[in-house]
């Protein structure tokens, strides 16, 4: 074998040796859990899929404003509102988080609406469930 021949084949393996740390060695988050409100766990996948449907309205029209940090916040003041509610024996009318949704969905837009359904995997139910 010629030297060439042999500085290909070393590089080549030493190559194929750090692609496959790069592979291989990476870390994956499958689920975190970035709060705990009471007994209700917040995820960060929660976090995700309310700032990507902006569920609290908090970015401007046309800008991206909706970092995750506000959106959990707002999710952990509504859990502790939730909670004092239910304390409370408060019951949420059921005509007027229906209103509200569709008034929610409607600002959305119904592409913008499916196009997060289709890339989070999440159903109308599974939305709801958030609020």
Known sequence: MTKLGVRSLLLAFFFSLILNNLVFCQERVIERI????ESN???LTDVQIAS????????EKGEKSNSLAAT???IIDLK???HLAKEE????????????WKKWRAGLGEDKF???Q????VSEEDLKTLL
């Open 34 to 37: 970035v709060a705990l409100v």
């Open 41 to 43: 766990i917040i995820t």
């Open 52 to 59: 990507a449907f902006d569920l609290f309205n908090l970015g």
């Open 72 to 74: 959990l916040e707002k």
């Open 80 to 82: 502790l509102v939730l």
């Open 89 to 100: 024996e408060m019951e949420l009318d059921d005509e007027i988080f229906e209103e509200s």
């Open 114 to 116: 499916v196009f997060y």
């Open 118 to 121: 289709k890339v989070f995997g």
